[in-house]
């Protein structure tokens, strides 16, 4: 294939389901594909009631596919079409049973496209280990120290320059964890970013309250260039979501403090890089503390994280065992879980759609077979960001269809249940919110984590 996307088209989805399962028809091709789009938890449709950080997430990732996948040819035409397209090229046959069925040459290149599959899925695991994570914190502090500083110096941002300042720490910080974690110190690491979240506290409540002083007395200096410190701490909260989300996961899979607790300096920084940039906005208009105050009410929330931190890390070194996965959630995590009630209502929608089902009995049926963790589903199997566990969809069968007829997606006829033209819409519109099968590593990473078990010691870094 020529200007082949980089990791898997819908195509190559097509053919590894052909290759794992043999002989499917072109309905079944469908099944496959709809379990795929409805387990992609963030490129769900946003609810309604949704809150709005949840939904501004969402519609990132989407922004992000269509960025990832600008051109026009990514578009997808349907599985028949791909189908056609591969008869087209040889490698799949129609044979007389009305399936789809690889030639010699398409088990070949099904063959390929697999191991990169497998071997994608391999370097997520690799991503996802607490010694990588801390590898990637440092080239990321590095790159945002760099950032900080000089775009502080270039503007006068005397904030920005504490913020670039705090991050060269960070980075020396992440470094030292690094090799924490690498030589089985760990223990060592997490006193010692905990310290730092300390120091970070002190010197924040120390610059704000020397600025609220300053500006009393009107010696506060003006910011030469307001616009480049909101864009430079704009990227920096970006970078700082993404590194709170990645420490913590990780750091909650391998139940490890040190980088738990360097999520919670992460987290810190978003609201610092927030309280700068709302400084820049109000010093453009001639006021000059109000970032200051700011900063005193997260000095205070850095030191109340950095006092519950040291006792958490203090009961570890007093040998009492620690379970971080509860203790420790993730804002979107109850996103994650509802993400799966609302595959289960897609699938319900397409099964009384594409199958004409109607009873609860075969509904529940079929929910049974499409979502049973031995289900193969291309990508997200080798990814194991399928359902891992057996869902009761007969006894939780009234809290799945509640909202589908509350929306009038459905409607019940005594036993029966019948889809509505707004259902149908619905289920219409879902697809196609999905304009492109491409997925990046990106996308592996954030599919990855959806799971909910703690990863084996050989992959989290921890055997000897």
């Not at 697999?114 to 994570?133: C, F, G, N, R």
């Not at 009492?320 to 929608?349: G, H, M, T, V």
Request: charged share 25%.
């Amino acid at each position: 294939m020529t200007d082949e996307k980089p990791v898997l088209g819908y195509d190559k989805f097509l053919m590894m389901a052909l290759l794992k399962e043999g002989p499917l028809s072109l309905s079944k091709l469908w099944e496959k594909s709809m379990l795929f789009l409805s387990l992609i938890w963030y490129q769900q449709l946003p609810d309604k009631g949704q809150p709005l950080a949840e939904r501004l997430f969402f519609k990132f990732a989407r922004l992000k596919s269509e960025l990832e996948d600008g051109r026009a040819e990514k578009v997808i035409q349907g599985a028949e079409v791909e189908m056609s397209k591969l008869i087209d090229k040889g490698w799949v046959n129609f044979n007389k049973d009305d399936k789809y069925e690889l030639t010699s040459e398409g088990l070949v290149e099904a063959g390929k496209y697999e191991k990169d599959m497998i071997k994608e899925a391999s370097m997520v695991d690799t991503e996802l280990k607490p010694s990588q994570t801390a590898v990637n914190t440092t080239y990321l502090d590095a790159f945002l120290a760099f950032l900080k500083l000089g775009s502080g110096l270039i503007s006068g941002s005397m904030g920005l320059i504490a913020d670039g300042t705090d991050a060269t720490m960070d980075t020396i910080e992440a470094i030292l964890v690094w090799l924490g974690i690498k030589y089985h110190r760990e223990a060592l690491s997490t006193f010692l970013v905990i310290g730092g979240l300390f120091i970070a506290s002190i010197t924040v409540g120390y610059d704000s309250i020397t600025h609220i002083l300053a500006a009393l007395a009107g010696h506060s200096e003006p910011i030469t260039l307001p616009y480049l410190v909101i864009v430079v701490e704009g990227i920096a909260i970006l970078a700082a979501v993404f590194l709170f989300y990645y420490q913590r996961f990780v750091g909650k899979i391998s139940n490890s403090l040190t980088l738990i607790s360097q999520s919670v300096d992460s987290k810190n920084h978003i609201f610092i890089g927030t309280s700068v940039i709302i400084g820049a906005i109000f010093a453009i208009y001639g006021i000059y503390f109000v970032d200051a105050i700011i900063g005193l009410a997260v000095a205070a929330g850095i030191f109340i994280d950095s006092i519950s931190l040291l006792r958490e890390a203090i009961s570890a070194q007093q040998g009492e065992e620690e379970d971080y996965s509860e203790k420790y959630n993730l804002p979107l995590q109850e996103c994650w879980e509802e993400n799966k009630l609302l595959a289960f209502r897609n699938w319900i929608l397409y099964a009384l759609w594409g199958e004409e089902l109607r009873t609860r009995k075969e509904i529940v049926d079929s929910l049974e077979k499409a979502f049973h963790p031995n289900n193969y589903i291309p990508v997200l199997s080798e990814l194991n960001a399928t359902c891992s566990q057996e869902y009761d969809f007969d006894g939780n069968f009234k809290t799945l269809i509640k909202p589908l007829l509350e929306h009038e997606l459905l409607m019940e006829e005594i036993e029966d249940y019948l889809l509505t033209d707004t259902g149908e819409k619905h289920l219409k519109d879902f697809i196609n919110n999905f304009k492109y099968y491409d997925v990046h590593r990106s996308d592996e990473v954030l599919l990855a984590m959806t799971r909910d078990e703690k990863i084996p010691d050989e992959l989290n870094g921890t055997s000897q």
